[in-house]
Every structure is written in structure tokens, then in C-alpha cells.
């Protein structure tokens, strides 16, 4: 789906199974964000062939958080020119549990507060903690687009059962990325959130409603 110039959302809208929305920024270099799980990476590869593309033509991967869901597809950039990113918090979530998950990637930088720029496309990395140690939030000044992982959903939030997880921490970041200039909120799963007004009553709502569950 297109959503506007340069930016086309893979929703992944099974009911029975589970599996991260990819998005597509298709500049003068491409970058997919979250690949999601391997066993249904079909979905991003369909996508990518309605487009004329291949993972062959993807430059740069950029992964929200290290859940399974998220970044399992890495494996199919293994044989790639692609370049991977992470935030280092959750790469040592990663090595911690590497008894238990298998790991298939290695990142080739690390993601931190502030700009990242590649080729014409001008992003800006937030580090939201709360769902994992080193979720990010990637937010695209020019089209005033939030990509929020598993941070914020449509009327939702992350849960923070798992390891790593924080209320307080899931509560901060998305404080601190309420007041952003929004036209378009694209999270991790579920529907995207459109127009200034939207975005903003979602954040209102997820926090009287939902931070009281956490």
C-alpha cells in the first residue's frame, strides 16, 4: 500500500498469526523497516515484486527492536549488500539470550539519538525504552512520519511482560514523542493512525486509557 510519495506500508493483517507491518522509504537509496518473522517474510517479498524490487535492491534494514517478529528476516540480507541497524541496548538483549535464539545477523552500526541520514532520505532516531531495552522510534521530518515499533499503537501500547520490559520507561517515550509534528503514525501492528488531529488524540487517549494498565 502507498501511503504517500516514497513510502509504501507491507500490513500484515492475518488474524490468527503474528507478524510486524514492514515499510518501505524509497528514495535515492531504499530502506526497509522491520523485515518481521522469516516464515512470513512472503509477505514483504510479494510486495517488494508489485514494485519491481527484490531484497537485492534494499540498502539499508533498520530494525525498531530485537523481538522475533520484528527481525527474523534479517536472515534472508545475510547474502546481501544490505546494511542492518540495531540499537546497542537490544543487541545485548540479543547476545544475552543467544542459548536460547538463534542469531543470523550482525549489525553494521548501531542506532543512537539523533539524525540519520541516507542518500537524500533525513531521518531522526529517538531511543524509546519501555518495550525492550533499545526499541527506537524512527520519525521522517519531511513527510512528518512516526514509525513507533511496538511503542504506540492505533488505541494501543507495547506490552511489558517481556525481558527488558519497563512500564515507566514505555510511559516516558511516549511523553516524549507526543508534542512531535505528526501527519502519519505507522506502528509495528495494527492500522496506521492519519492526519495531525488523529495522531494527536491517540496519544492523548493511550495515555488517560492505557498507561492506567501499567
Known amino acids: 500500500m502507498q501511503i504517500s510519495k516514497n513510502l509504501h506500508a507491507f500490513?500484515?493483517?492475518s488474524m490468527t498469526q503474528n507478524n510486524c507491518n514492514?515499510?518501505?522509504?524509497?528514495?535515492?537509496?531504499r530502506v526497509i523497516i522491520d523485515p518481521g518473522h522469516a516464515e512470513m517474510f512472503y509477505n514483504v517479498e510479494n510486495e517488494l515484486k508489485n514494485l519491481n524490487l527484490s531484497i537485492e535492491d534494499?540498502?539499508?534494514v533498520i530494525c525498531t527492536h530485537a523481538h522475533p517478529d520484528h527481525i527474523e528476516s534479517?536472515?534472508?540480507?545475510?547474502?546481501?549488500?544490505?546494511?542492518?541497524?540495531?540499537?546497542?541496548?537490544?543487541?545485548?538483549?540479543?547476545?544475552?539470550?543467544?542459548q536460547y535464539v538463534k542469531v543470523s545477523f550482525s549489525p553494521d552500526f548501531f542506532l543512537k539519538d539523533g539524525d540519520l541520514n541516507i542518500g537524500d532520505i533525513k531521518l531522526k532516531i529517538y531511543h524509546t525504552p519501555g518495550?525492550?531495552?533499545g526499541s527506537i522510534t524512527v520519525y521522517w521530518p519531511e513527510q512528518k512520519t512516526l514509525f513507533t515499533g511496538d511503542l504506540i499503537f492505533n488505541n494501543g501500547l507495547g506490552r511489558t511482560d517481556l525481558p527488558g520490559g519497563d512500564g515507566e520507561k514505555l510511559k516516558d517515550s511516549i511523553?516524549?514523542?507526543?508534542?512531535?509534528?505528526t501527519e502519519i503514525m505507522l506502528s509495528g501492528h495494527g492500522?496506521?493512525?492519519?492526519?495531525?488531529?488523529a495522531v494527536k488524540k491517540n496519544f492523548e487517549t493511550v495515555q488517560q486509557y492505557w498507561f492506567s494498565f501499567i
Open 22 to 29: 514492514t515499510y518501505l522509504i524509497d528514495g535515492s537509496v
Open 131 to 133: 518495550h525492550s531495552p
Open 175 to 181: 511523553i516524549k514523542l507526543s508534542n512531535l509534528e
Open 191 to 197: 492500522n496506521m493512525v492519519s492526519g495531525a488531529d
Open 11 to 13: 500490513f500484515w493483517e
Open 58 to 60: 534494499i540498502d539499508l
Open 74 to 98: 534479517l536472515s534472508f540480507f545475510s547474502d546481501s549488500d544490505t546494511k542492518i541497524t540495531i540499537h546497542g541496548n537490544d543487541w545485548q538483549l540479543i547476545k544475552s539470550m543467544e
